[in-house]
């Protein structure tokens, strides 16, 4: 197809220029005004020497300004690079180096931190700050709006599918990786995945857009509860909405805050929200059960959907959500290398919790690549053939390893092991590493170690996930001091806060004499986890 994101959008503005297209803490932007602004970035961007295949790191919280930097991104042919707004300094550095960033956008809240690192990031040509109202303008930067004011729209242009857009995520050594794919047909992923949830067609080319637009008679009003930082946020509750025409729902407020998220679903008439699994939908449900008590119910009648990935959403959970709500709760199993299959619950149809359907091209295959028969209780990886991304940005090794051919066939494979039913659905079993999920976030226990044993009184630690009734998992450090030291589980905590992203940090440090090993120095996560497991 000839699609892009760019194009998709500037189809849209120009058919549809008075429909609401972002609403970030309460301030409305027509679709005409988001494809204005995003085209003064873009001229922007261009003034600065970033064209075609140039990469912008998006330094940013939910806002329409994350929305609108991204289409000006790609409104040069560049690809958007996201970055986890938690990073510490040594993370932006290595994120901003290994993706080739020429350009970083960030907020105002952030400036003293970019002050901290802009030597280290000699192929930056510029950095743009969004005033939050927290920090004066960073000296050599350029202001957001001011920028908007002071540059003419980029005139439009014919762009290539076969741009690279890439996301960011975890690979199992702990740094992270750019997951590739080709922007067009990217976007024909995306706008498939709307047309099917609407029972409609989707269009063959740009030819037929504006026609399948038209079809659509209540363009979705999505609510990215999760962080647009992420695939989750930015693929479903961005990418496929805007592609469909529709209004995108933000806040910039940190933190989750149910009662924020349904009073903007009241407010605004979200019909659409995305999740990240138990962690978002707990909170969630005891805010509806409160509201409820106290006699003031939320009134959340716009809401049709609840769609999730990324982290277990149990069945229980969803029965909590149904009874305030008729709703179509989806749980998507996938990652950042690809879709896999899906559950969909409603209050006609209940869903075993981790139990999915497969999507088409999705198989479960051994590690020694046979296909798993269903019913056959054996384990294996979940693959898929659908839509397999180029590979990992500079990492041609690890590419090798996850994106590779069975019987011909090119798959990706994430990592999720699961068994098939003898119906032909799967059950997700978890990860085959030790890589830890908490709150959709992926901690690598690897790079922990690392940071925890940086402390002088530290001889060693191993790392590992406990189950978390909030956050899904929690890390746990299992550390021996050197000997004769003496520090506190609270004073290690601390000294690694300097040194890692919050959501890395151990919940608890676990004292022991020694950090069991094997005779090759290779960690025993075995005996880790279940000390760790005993000691709770």
Known sequence: ???????????????????????????????????????????????????????????????????EAQFGIFKIGGCPINVNYRYKSDELVYLLENSDAEAVFFQSCYAMRIWEIRDRLPNVKLFIQIDDNTEALLKGAEDYERAIRAYQPLPRRPQNPEDV??????????????????????????LAMGAAGRELTPPENMAGYAAFLEQIAEPPVSL??????????????????????????TTSKLGLNPDTLLTMVEDHGVTDMVIVGDAFARPILAALDEAE????????????????????????IKQGLLRHQDLVLADVMGSTEGGMGSSVMTREATASTAKFELNEGVAVITDDDRFVEPGSGEMGKVATSAFVPLGYYKDPEKSAATFREV?????????????????????????????????????????????????????????????????????????????????SPDDVITFTADHLAGYKLPRQILLVDQVRRAPNGKADYKWAKAFAEKSQ
């Open 1 to 67: 197809m000839d699609f892009h994101f760019a194009s998709a959008w500037e189809l849209v503005a120009d058919k549809y220029p008075n429909r609401i297209a972002t609403i970030s803490d309460n301030k409305t932007l027509p679709w005409k005004e988001f494809e204005r602004r995003a085209s003064c970035i873009a001229s922007l961007l261009e003034k600065y020497g970033l064209g075609p295949g140039s990469k912008a790191g998006l330094y940013l919280h939910n806002s329409s300004e994350y929305q």
């Open 165 to 190: 857009y890439m996301l960011y995520t975890g690979g199992t050594t702990g740094l992270p990786k750019g997951v590739m794919y080709p922007q067009g047909a990217f976007a024909e992923f995306f």
């Open 224 to 249: 990215p509860a999760c962080p647009l930082m992420h695939g989750t946020g930015v693929w479903l509750g961005s990418f496929a909405p805007l592609l469909l025409g529709g209004t995108v729902v």
């Open 293 to 316: 008590k106290r006699g003031t119910p939320y009134q959340i009648e716009s809401l049709k959907q609840i769609t999730s990935s990324g982290v277990m959403w149990s069945q229980e």
């Open 407 to 487: 019987e011909g066939v090119r798959y990706s494979f994430p990592g999720d092991y699961a068994t098939v039913e003898p119906d032909g659905s799967i059950t997700l079993l978890g990860r085959g590493s030790v890589c830890i999920n908490t709150g959709g976030e992926k901690v690598f226990p690897e790079e922990v170690e690392e940071a925890v044993k940086r402390h002088d009184l530290v001889e060693d630690c191993l790392v590992v996930g406990l189950p978390d009734e909030r956050f899904g998992e929690r890390v746990v450090a299992v550390t021996s001091l050197r000997d004769g030291a003496s520090a």
